[in-house]
Each structure stands twice: as structure tokens, then as C-alpha cells.
């Protein structure tokens, strides 16, 4: 079979993370080895990038301008929002004949792949040989098919320091706290912060994830048992829980209308309803004064100094990857990680119908029975991922005698 030739096109697509510039660059580089590859073009905002025609010339980039790209987070081509139909990825398919592109690489999440699967199909049918290879990304960690996803571990990390650091600050002056983190099918992020916990007492007290229904009355009294016993309650609480009718428990909670996206989805990120809501609910329902909630929001992607060295490592990997799958197997498909030992990973490729528009959830093992809090399968999955954390300790220094309070 001749070897296929002609100038290779890298995009990034949905929410950005502390690592996808890895995958870019290990994209880039790897391309720039290969004799097949002539040119490397990569489009600027994702596929809008590609129907509007905006490419810039990675061939041209440096080594070591894009080696600092890489430690940068965000998607340093910029990236979009936009869900692409039948008619959209026709419109890029012709600019991609235009430019002679034969090797496409979507670096993104669930409706990326899905993309890359209608353009994939879409070669075909014209008879035109072209390699379309989904680059996996995203914090939420749902893609079907993969152990996990690049971008997850660095946002896990941060996730579990910002409780870490919260813990402390709620053991200093307690009460209840509670902190909302992204999460709209799968909580498996929300989950990370139970490796902000050291000692036995220490927070998250409380976890609540998207795939089990949440009970608002059952919260309050989850709240209240754990406030008797330690005199504060840390609350971590994914931003999709719902319902036993599958409703937004803030779509429950909140009078009046919600705010939508641009696909009619209820808005969760970005906005910090669900947390006043639920702290308003517990005022309400106890006689807990000190209360407090946070939204955690868009800083869980592209915190800057917050980087799970694994996953730095297996983003620039999966990146690689795709070029080699391309050009020396000459396949498309959806490269997924595939864990190995204790702990090391393999790479291979996966159909793209396999992994397109669909979400993983959380296992049913990884959560405890009660429902508001994740077992030690979870802990061993996801300890790997999330990498160094930081220290904390408290003062271990006994009380002095009591003099004046005894007379």
C-alpha cells in the first residue's frame, strides 16, 4: 500500500485543561518527523477555526517556543463550543480537500469525537483518503472506552488541594461549608476531593455525585449527623446531581427560571447558584449559623501551577500517539489508555462510533453505600492520576494545665 502523503491539521475543541497543550505539541512534533507530513497547519478556535478558514503554520514553530507552549495551560489554539451536524462537517470537509489535508487531529472530549467520526465518514464516501484521529482531553473524565482522560488528573489535583486548604480554613473556624465542582453526568471529579482528608476528621465530611439521586432532606440530615460529631461539615457536591424524576436538584431548589447555554442545557458552571442555594437550604432547615458556599467554576481547568506530572506525561503521549496510529498503521480511530500494572499505561486505538457522544460514568463500587461518599476502589483509581500533593500537618503539642479557670 502507498504510503499516504500530504499536510496534517491539529484543532482543539470544548473546556480547556492544565494539559492539552501537551497533546498539541506531542501532535506537532511527532507530525513534524514524519516525510508524510509536509506541512502541519493547526486551526485557531477548533472546527469553527476550520470552516472559517483560520490556520497558522506549525511547521514553522520553533522546538522550543512550542516546548513552552506545552507547560502552558488552555488551549493555546483556542477552541469552541460549537457541536457540528451533517452540514457543518461538510462545510469543513471542503476546506479541508482545499488544503489537501490527508491527516486530521481533534484534540477534545465527547463531541469531538463525534465530530471526527462524521468527517471520517464523510472521506469515505467521497473516496478521499484521509486519516481522522480523536485526541482524548477532558476534566470530567467520562469518555467511554479509555481508563481515564488527560486533563482529569491535574483538575483532580487541584480539586483535592482546594479542599485541602478549605479543610484547614473551616478546622480554624468552623461551620458548614460547601463547594460545588463541574461535573454535569459524572462526578468523577468531584470524588477527587476526598483526597484533601489526612487525618481522620478532616474534610470532605460529605460527597455527592451525579449518578446517585440526590435526596435534600436526606442532605440535612447527613449534614447535622456530621456537624454533631465534629462541630463543622465540609461538602463537596457535583454541579449535575439530581433527583429521583432526573431533575437539577437547581432546577428544584431555585424559583423562577434558570439559565440555559447554547444547546438548552441548564447552567451549571460559570455560576454560583447551586452552592447559595444548598447553603440557604441548610440555613433554613438547621440551626447551623455559620454557613458558607463556593463554586470552584472555570478555575479547576487551567489552574497555573497545579499539574499532575502523570498526566502532563500521558497527554504529551496520547498526542504522539495519534500521529504514529496515522501514519505507520495508517488508521483512524480515538486513542484511549489503557492501564497496565501498578501503575503504567499502554496506548491503543479505538473505533470512533465506540467512543463518539457517549459518557462514562462513575462505577457503582467506587461509591459508598450511604451515597455520599467514594469506597478505597475509587481511592486506588484515582491516586495514580492525581500525582504529588501538598503537605499539610497540624501542631502536636500538649495542653497546658488550667490555673485560673479551676478556682
Not at 485543561?17 to 497533546?23: D, E, L, R
Amino acid at each position: 500500500m502507498a504510503k499516504l502523503t500530504g499536510k496534517a491539521l491539529v484543532a482543539q475543541g470544548g473546556g480547556p485543561t492544565a494539559v492539552i497543550n501537551q497533546s498539541l505539541v506531542g501532535v506537532v512534533l511527532e507530525a513534524r518527523k514524519f516525510p508524510e507530513i509536509s506541512r502541519v497547519y493547526g486551526a485557531k478556535h477548533g472546527v469553527r477555526g476550520i470552516v472559517d478558514e483560520e490556520f497558522i503554520d506549525l511547521t514553522q514553530a520553533t522546538t522550543h517556543n512550542l516546548e513552552q507552549v506545552a507547560e502552558t495551560p488552555a488551549s493555546a489554539l483556542g477552541s469552541t463550543r460549537d457541536k457540528p451536524d451533517e452540514e457543518y462537517c461538510s462545510k469543513m470537509f471542503r476546506i479541508l480537500l482545499a488544503h489537501e489535508i490527508r491527516y486530521f487531529y481533534y484534540i477534545g472530549g465527547n463531541d469531538s469525537a463525534d465530530t471526527c467520526r462524521i468527517v471520517n465518514e464523510q472521506a469515505k464516501a467521497a473516496g478521499y483518503e484521509l486519516r481522522t484521529v480523536h485526541v482524548p482531553k477532558t476534566i470530567d473524565n467520562d469518555l467511554v472506552g479509555t481508563d481515564h482522560c488527560p486533563g482529569y488528573g491535574s483538575a483532580a489535583k487541584f480539586v483535592a488541594q482546594a479542599f485541602a486548604g478549605a479543610n484547614l480554613d473551616n478546622r480554624a473556624l468552623p461551620g458548614v461549608y460547601i463547594a460545588v465542582v463541574m461535573g454535569r453526568h459524572a462526578g468523577f471529579l468531584t470524588a477527587a476531593s476526598v483526597f484533601a482528608r489526612k487525618f481522620p476528621d478532616d474534610g470532605p465530611h460529605l460527597v455527592y455525585l451525579p449518578e446517585r439521586v440526590f435526596d435534600p432532606d436526606r442532605f440535612i440530615g447527613d449534614v447535622q449527623d456530621v456537624y454533631s460529631r465534629h462541630g463543622r461539615c465540609i461538602v463537596a457536591v457535583s454541579e449535575g446531581v439530581c433527583d429521583k424524576d432526573c431533575r437539577p436538584i437547581i432546577t428544584t431548589l431555585k424559583t423562577g427560571d434558570v439559565e440555559k447555554d447554547a444547546h438548552g442545557n441548564v447552567q451549571l458552571s460559570g455560576t454560583g447558584a447551586l452552592g447559595d442555594l444548598l447553603a440557604d437550604f441548610v440555613k433554613a432547615k438547621t440551626k447551623i449559623k455559620r454557613v458558607r458556599a463556593d463554586t470552584l467554576g472555570y478555575l479547576q481547568r487551567s489552574f497555573l501551577g497545579c499539574v499532575s506530572e502523570t498526566d502532563a506525561h500521558e497527554a504529551r503521549e496520547v498526542g504522539e500517539k495519534a500521529v504514529q496510529f496515522s501514519v505507520w498503521h495508517n488508521v483512524d480511530g480515538s486513542v484511549a489508555i489503557k492501564r497496565v500494572g501498578d501503575y503504567a499505561v499502554e496506548y491503543e486505538l479505538l473505533n470512533l462510533a465506540n467512543v463518539a457522544g457517549q459518557t462514562k460514568v462513575m462505577p457503582k463500587e467506587y461509591v459508598n453505600a450511604a451515597g455520599n461518599g467514594m469506597t478505597e476502589a475509587f481511592k486506588l483509581y484515582a491516586r495514580p492520576l492525581v500525582g504529588d500533593l501538598a503537605v499539610v500537618d497540624r501542631i502536636a503539642a500538649p495542653m497546658v494545665h488550667k490555673i485560673k479557670s479551676g478556682d
